[in-house]
């Protein structure tokens, strides 16, 4: 069974840091891509960030560019998310989410993070 | 990258069909057949209901089905379900590794 758990998520000031994991199991992890997605309360979707299965390619959406890094651990089977320079417009659900061909097909519980002072 | 345009609600009566556009532009709905179709309940993390396009994952009612016309995406429910009530997103490939996410679509059950 595909399973994917959420951690790390905090009450956090804005300009802070804060890093969230993903722990993967129930399939092989280095052949997937996976990503993370988040849900501002209230609102909608918005894909956040992606990694290939190897970890050697990343892919960010223009809100956090240059702001926050994914990463993998493939021994450990874990999808990280780094996040500096934190902003209120960052308070959200973040998902971590398995990858098939274009799409989520397994979604995490979610964990919430929230920026405010 | 801006969201996909949905409509903000759609409704049926238990039965009847029901149909969600997803308007995108050239750059992502026209121009990859990677469009996937979420559905959240409340308090749930949203599950996949259609890939490709209009491609079921298994254990998905063949009452949901896809398709794609240019640059706009549609769901269509047929059968409509009091269980069906929930937020509907759209999703496309955009180019260079990035996805955009529509607006969401509330479907009530009458």
């Known amino acids: 069974e595909v399973q994917l758990l959420e951690s790390g998520g905090d009450l956090v000031q804005p300009g802070g840091s804060l890093r969230l994991s993903c722990a993967a199991s129930?399939?092989?992890?280095?052949?997937?891509?996976t990503s993370w997605v988040r849900q501002a309360p209230g609102e909608g979707l918005e894909w956040v960030s992606g990694?290939?299965?190897?970890?050697?390619?990343?892919f960010y959406g223009d809100s956090v560019k240059g702001r926050f890094t994914v990463s993998t651990d493939t021994f450990n089977n874990t999808l990280y998310l780094q996040m500096n320079s934190l902003r209120v417009e960052d308070t959200a659900v973040y998902y971590c989410?398995?990858?098939?061909?274009?799409?989520?097909?397994?979604w995490g519980q979610g964990a919430l993070v929230t920026v405010s002072s | 990258q801006s969201a996909l345009t949905q409509p903000a609600s759609v409704s049926g009566s238990p039965g009847q069909s029901i149909t969600i556009s997803c308007t995108g532009t050239?750059?992502?709905?026209?121009?990859?057949?990677?469009v996937s179709w979420y559905q959240q309940h409340p308090g749930k993390a949203p599950k996949l209901m259609i890939y490709?396009?209009?491609q079921r994952p298994s254990g998905v009612s063949n009452r949901f089905s896809g398709s794609k016309s240019g640059n706009t995406a549609s769901l269509t429910i047929s059968g409509l379900q009091a269980e069906d009530e929930a937020v509907y997103y759209c999703?496309?490939?955009?180019?260079?590794?990035?996805?955009?996410f529509g607006i969401g679509t509330k479907v009530t059950v009458l």
């Open positions: 989410v398995r990858m098939g061909r274009g799409y989520f097909d397994f």
């Open positions: 129930g399939f092989t992890f280095s052949s997937y891509a």
């Open positions: 990694i290939g299965g190897s970890g050697a390619t990343t």
């Open positions: 050239s750059s992502d709905v026209g121009s990859f057949n990677l």
């Open positions: 490709e396009v209009s």
């Open positions: 999703c496309s490939y955009a180019g260079s590794g990035t996805y955009v």
